[in-house]
Every structure is written in C-alpha cells, then in structure tokens.
C-alpha cells in the first residue's frame, strides 16, 4: 500500500512571498501523484498533477510540483503567494492501474498582507 | 470539465435517523465513484468504492451496514448513513473518475461535499 506524508501542517506567509509544501510518499510500485487544493467551506480540486514525463509540473496559477523519484518526494512550490492562496493543501497518490487515492494530512497556508 | 455534484451541501438531524447524500456525475457517466469522510481539519479518508451495479467495496474498518452505498445507475451514487450519531458527524465527499481519456484516466473529480450534523 502507499502512504503520504506532509511534513508541514500550518504554514502560515505573508503576501508576495515564496511558499514551499513538502510531501513524500512511499509505494512499493510507480504512482501517479496529485496536489489538490480546498478553499475554504469548498470542494477539493485539482491543482496539478505528475503522471510521466517531465518531472517538473506546473499549474495554471503559478504553483509547481517537482517529481523526485530518488527522494521520492513532490513538493509544491510558488514563488510569489497571493492572499487568495489561503487554503487548504493536499498530497495525494494513487498507484498507476488504480483510481484509489491516498490522501496526506493537508497542509494549511495562511496568506497575510 | 467533468462535474459532480452532491445533494444535500448541509445537513442537520437527530440522533437515531438516516440521511441519504446523493453523488451525481453531470455530464459523464461513472461506473465508479467513491465516498470519503474528512473530519474537521484531517485528511480525506476513503470509505468505499462504490461500483454500478454491484456491492460496493469497503474499505478495512468502515461499517458496511452503516453506510450504506448503493449506485443505482451510471450517474448516481447515493451513501445512506443509517441510525446517525453524534460521532457520524463529518464532511462526506464523493469523486469520479472521468471517461478513460489518454493520460486523465487516474484523474478524479469531487463533488462539494455535504456537511452532516447529528445532534
């Protein structure tokens, strides 16, 4: 089975500032690997996701995510946090023949002025 | 995009009643959708898998007579959560996947989720 982990589950920036998430993962078999993002009292959705290819995936509001298989890790990043960043974000895995995602324990950003 | 709805967003009941929430894929069929819980600031945790046309499948340690998932057709999932307590109290949240479609096919689309209290 694959388990996700989170390091960090507040993390509290201020507007125009970088932001980092960290997750790692862990599978004995390839996984496909997803961030999702919950504004508040909202859905999930998907912010970005790898599935092959280059390891380096982007989303259209300036977040990345870069794949590493040696550290097996995919940590989000955004150089320059938006206020209406704030929100919850989660790491997701799902094995590559299976829908089945196995979420982390979502990471908090708080975007201040 | 695909999307999925949910029905109700919120709801409140007494403790001892059933509340069904309805999952619905819009504008795609779903063979498959599947029921999460997410309690107040934790991670999504999957109930079960909930297939068309047959027993749903679930997930070690969720009550199946507690939940009970029926998907009556290819655009409808529906979790029952029978003799509701207090503890039942949780956000339940329903995806599907999209029509196999080149590198889409482990996407997933979420509903809004549906709030439930039980006094």
């Known amino acids: 089975a694959q388990s996700v982990t989170q390091l960090d589950s507040q993390v509290p920036v201020f507007e125009e500032a970088p932001v980092e998430l960290r997750c790692n993962y862990s599978?004995?078999?390839?996984?496909?690997l997803f961030w999702y993002v919950q504004y508040p009292n909202q859905g999930l959705q998907l912010l970005l996701k790898?599935?092959?290819?280059?390891?380096l995936v982007e989303s259209i509001n300036g977040f990345e995510a870069e794949f590493n298989k040696s550290q097996t890790s995919f940590h989000l990043r955004k150089p320059s946090v938006h206020i209406s960043d704030t929100a919850e974000y989660f790491c997701?895995?799902?094995?590559?023949?299976?829908?089945?995602?196995?979420f982390g324990a979502g990471t908090t950003v708080t975007v201040r002025a | 995009g695909a999307v999925v709805s949910q029905h109700p967003s919120r709801v409140i009941c007494k403790s001892g009643t059933s509340v069904k929430i309805e999952c619905r894929s819009l504008?795609?069929?779903?063979?498959?959708m599947f029921w999460y819980r997410q309690f107040p600031k934790q991670s999504l945790m999957l109930m079960a898998t909930?297939?068309?046309?047959?027993?749903?499948?679930?997930e070690q340690g969720v009550e199946k007579d507690k939940f009970l998932i029926n998907h009556a057709s290819l655009t409808l999932s529906t979790l029952t959560v029978t003799s509701a307590h207090p503890e039942d109290s949780s956000f339940y949240i329903c995806?599907?996947?999209?029509?196999?479609?080149?590198?889409?096919?482990?996407?997933?689309?979420f509903g809004p989720g549906t709030r439930l209290t039980v006094l």
């Open positions: 995806s599907a996947p999209p029509p196999r479609a080149g590198s889409s096919y482990n996407e997933q689309f």
């Open positions: 599978s004995s078999v390839s996984v496909y």
């Open positions: 790898y599935l092959s290819g280059s390891t």
């Open positions: 997701a895995v799902t094995r590559s023949n299976d829908y089945k995602l196995s």
């Open positions: 504008d795609f069929q779903a063979t498959t």
């Open positions: 909930s297939n068309e046309g047959s027993k749903a499948t679930y």
